[in-house]
């Protein structure tokens, strides 16, 4: 089957103009036939950006700022168009850089969802289908005849949410939107985007929660500059785009290392090794604790390890050079996960060196059907030895 | 549904995509007049009240200055009204057109639609607004005791589409120019002014006989527009010259706006 979305080389190129001006004149027009021309700058927001998305795919798409992102989203939305290359879309496509474009302060929360709905691409018979079900997710049933101006912004952004929830376009494009409401509302919104996943539309979003990303996306797709750095499932792609924010370079001399048993990935019941090296460190005495923490990307802790709670363990933290910490995958899947690195003077209880975020890994490359991170979590086996 | 992105596509109206957008249309305009009469006391009141006050003050201070010069057949309240409201479709029509895509940024920024949609939608309010003041210019005409050529009733239509054709091709072009150039917007209010003094909508086309205001008024649209609107009345010799003078200029303005529009439209998110 062809792929629902064929990007090809697109390229965009914005010129940056150093005068600075907010916007043209005419003026200014005029008076630039006497002046020498203002020194501007070509800055290609997108550089060559190549990949295909399956139907029914969930595609994340990840990057720093300024990676290109919300151009790449632009242009898949025709806002705006490439400057060169071109894509190719199999179904209807329907955007949501925001949400609530259009609405109206002035107009009743119905007449908005209808404003909106149609803006958004829907028809006004799709509109009038789903409307309860609108209302109803959004609950702000009570006010609906209210002019919006006098709702709070939390049900505003409800009622725009529940909107874009229930468009059926074959392809969806969805920047940050998820960011709304509190955190009950939250997960509703979450709990709907599965569902819309799962209903075998094409999904292209993007966000820098990652929790969300990899709860939602199989795949994604990683921006640098304006280029694909990585096209590949979405737990082997974020720690990348982590690694790359958080590793702290300068730890003068420490050696960090972590290592899979086979080589690949974290699987169940395999070992993932951390080593640590401080053979050219010396800030590490008889007064330090090195910690080890593991934490899922919504902060709960899985397990955390001290060497000063391991009695005869520390107290050769001077003697010795080399530790390695070995971690069984008691049945961690599929979520991602994250370590902290540290080094505590035991007698302050003071960190003097904090790495956080410093590996971060989805474990295991099996996809288990009813697993979720409700879940017990399951302490696993640790071994330690000095090397 | 296949489609695909590009970096320039041809130039065309689009007309298909328009028809597939066509919602668009009803909710834009439906939205503008909504907001338009929002907590406003007087209401739909305002869109009759403006022409009548115009048509007031110059039946005052001019009308009869006018009448015995042109040899004016009909009561000059009833000429000057039936003016102003025509007007009111092309000077409110082009001005809320050229204006819409500045105002409309923040959805041209997020959501992609035919962007023809919003100049064109702007235009209709104005065209709303014309039917509804049309009611009060009826009772007028009963007061005067106006006779009415009944015949011209079906040219209304033609009238119409050439104030629209006018207003759209004017309103479009400035509405593209206005996103790169925001000096348009200052200079709206003025062009409006100016404009409908070199329209025979205060007075009729036989007041100068200079032969440069002559041709001025021939070129205008609108005149030929304004002669339709009144050979509604019995005893006004419409001059079917202009008329379709008219019509061809009108045409030109629609085309020559809308493809500028259409040609400039793709940057319209990278610039407002």
């Known amino acids: ?387 | 549904m296949e489609f695909e992105i590009k970096s320039q596509s041809k130039l065309s109206v689009g007309l298909k995509e328009l028809w597939e957008y066509r919602e668009l249309f009803y909710f834009f305009t439906w939205r503008d007049i909504k907001v338009k009469y929002k907590q406003t006391v007087l209401g739909f009141l305002w869109a009759i009240l403006q022409p009548l006050f115009m048509t007031l003050v110059f039946t005052v201070f001019v009308g009869d200055s006018i009448v015995s010069k042109t040899n004016l057949v009909i009561p000059y309240p009833v000429f000057a009204l039936s003016g102003m409201l025509l007007w009111g479709i092309f000077s409110g029509g082009m001005s809320n057109a050229a204006n819409s895509m500045v105002s409309n940024s923040n959805i041209i920024k997020k959501i992609y639609f035919p962007r023809l949609i919003i100049p064109i939608s702007a235009i209709l309010v104005a065209l709303i607004d014309f039917f509804i003041a049309t009611i009060i210019f009826i009772f007028l005409l009963f007061f005067y005791k106006v006779d009415i050529n009944y015949s011209a009733v079906f040219f209304l239509p033609l009238s119409l589409f050439i104030t629209c054709m006018s207003a759209m091709g004017v309103g479009t072009f400035l509405a593209a120019l206005n996103i790169k150039y925001r000096d348009v917007r200052y200079i709206i209010p003025f062009l409006v002014q100016a404009l409908l003094f070199l329209t025979p909508v205060l007075y009729p086309v036989n007041i100068s006989n200079n032969i440069f205001a002559q041709f001025i008024l021939k070129l205008n649209p609108i005149s030929g527009a304004l002669e339709l609107m009144r050979g509604l009345f019995v005893g006004y010799s419409v001059n079917y010259e202009t008329v379709w003078i008219s019509l061809g200029v009108s045409i030109l303005f629609f085309i020559t706006g809308v493809l500028y529009f259409r040609k400039t439209e793709i940057y319209f998110a990278d610039l407002v």
């Not at chain 1, 290109?68 to 989203?73: E, R």
């Not at chain 1, 071109?86 to 209808?114: D, M, Q, W, Y």
């Not at chain 1, 939250?186 to 599965?194: H, I, P, T």
């Open chain 1, 1 to 387: 089957m062809k792929p629902i979305l064929e990007v090809q080389h697109i390229s965009k190129k914005f010129r940056i103009n150093h005068e600075q001006q907010p916007y043209l004149s005419l003026r200014d027009s005029f008076s630039g036939i006497f002046k020498p021309k203002t020194v501007t700058e070509d800055f290609w927001a997108l550089n060559d950006v190549n990949f295909d998305v399956q139907q029914g795919d969930t595609l994340g798409i990840i990057g720093k700022n300024g990676a290109g992102k919300s151009t790449l989203l632009k242009i898949l939305s025709k806002i705006t168009p490439p400057t060169s290359g071109k894509i190719i879309g199999r179904g209807r496509i329907a955007s949501l850089l925001e949400v609530g474009t259009g609405f109206h302060p002035e107009l009743s929360g119905r007449e908005n969802v209808f404003m909106n709905g149609s803006i958004l691409g829907m028809r006004r018979s799709e509109i009038l289908k789903n409307f309860d079900e609108i209302v109803n997710f959004s609950g702000v049933e009570k006010f609906i005849d209210t002019p919006l101006k006098h709702y709070s912004s939390g049900m505003q952004l409800r009622l725009a949410f529940a909107v874009a929830a229930f468009l059926e376009n074959e392809i969806l494009i969805i920047d940050e939107v998820l960011a709304v409401g509190d955190a009950e509302f939250q997960k509703k919104c979450m709990g709907k985007m599965e569902d819309v996943s799962k209903s075998g539309k094409t999904i292209l979003f993007v966000s820098h929660n990652l929790v969300a990303l990899s709860s939602l996306c199989k795949n994604s797709v990683l921006l640098e500059g304006g280029r694909v750095k990585m096209y590949d499932k979405t737990f082997n792609v974020i720690p990348n785009y982590v690694k790359h924010d958080n590793l702290v370079s300068n730890t003068s001399g420490l050696k960090l290392d972590f290592k899979f048993e086979n080589n690949k990935s974290w699987e169940i019941n395999t070992y993932l090794e951390v080593i640590v090296d401080w053979n050219e460190y010396s800030k590490i005495t008889m007064d330090s604790s090195i910690d080890i923490a593991c934490y899922t990307f919504d902060g709960i802790k899985i397990f955390a390890f001290q060497t000063e709670k391991i009695n005869d363990f520390d107290i050769n933290l001077a003697a010795n050079k080399r530790l390695k910490l070995k971690i069984n995958n008691p049945g961690l899947v599929n979520k991602t996960i994250f370590f902290d690195f540290g080094l505590r003077n035991k007698g302050t209880g003071a960190y003097f060196l904090l790495l956080q975020k410093c590996f971060v890994i989805t474990p295991g490359s099996l996809l288990l059907p009813n697993y979720t991170r409700d879940d017990v979590i399951i302490v696993p086996n640790l071994k330690f030895e000095y090397l």
